[in-house]
């Protein structure tokens, strides 16, 4: 069972550990978890800070969504979460949005693709957030 709580906004994040093997990129992502969203999504900044090598990622996708249409890579990866009673590990399709100034502040996001893989327990009045990852 992952456990998180959430931020000082309400909004419920979750911690993961990101691997690219292509890229050879691996680091620490903060996704907010977001049940509007078909994919799991890195943005600008979070791939920024991972050193993510922009120009050398493979293909060219268009995403919609409420901010408008916006340029995406599509990467193999893996994604990793500590629950209670270990480590879980996630192989999915990655979208990687490109430096642009309406994407770089948006936050990485943990959509539908991974979350329908869990049982999720949503109390912002008890301030938990619980993800029960389903045999």
């Known amino acids: ?8 906004r309400g909004r419920p994040y979750v911690q993961g550990w990101l691997i690219l093997p292509r890229a050879n990129i691996q680091g620490e992502v903060e ?9 799991i999504i890195i943005h600008p900044s979070d791939g ?9 990622l ?10 408008g249409d916006h340029p995406y890579s599509l990467e193999d990866g893996v994604i990793l979460f500590k629950d209670d009673a270990r480590l ?11 430096p642009s100034n309406n994407l770089n502040r948006l ?5 539908r693709s991974l979350l ?3 049982r999720v327990v949503y109390d912002p009045i008890g ?4 993800m029960i990852h389903r045999v």
């Open 88 to 98: 879980r590990e996630y192989r999915s399709e990655i979208l990687i949005g490109k």
């Open 31 to 39: 996704f907010l978890v977001d049940t509007g969203a078909d994919s």
């Open 48 to 56: 920024l800070k991972l050193g993510l090598p922009f120009g050398e």
């Open 127 to 130: 301030d938990r957030l619980t």
């Open 107 to 111: 936050p990485s996001l943990l959509g």
């Open 116 to 118: 329908n893989r869990w």
């Open 1 to 8: 069972m992952i456990r998180r709580q959430f931020d000082h």
């Open 58 to 67: 493979h293909g060219e996708i268009v995403s919609v969504g409420i901010g």
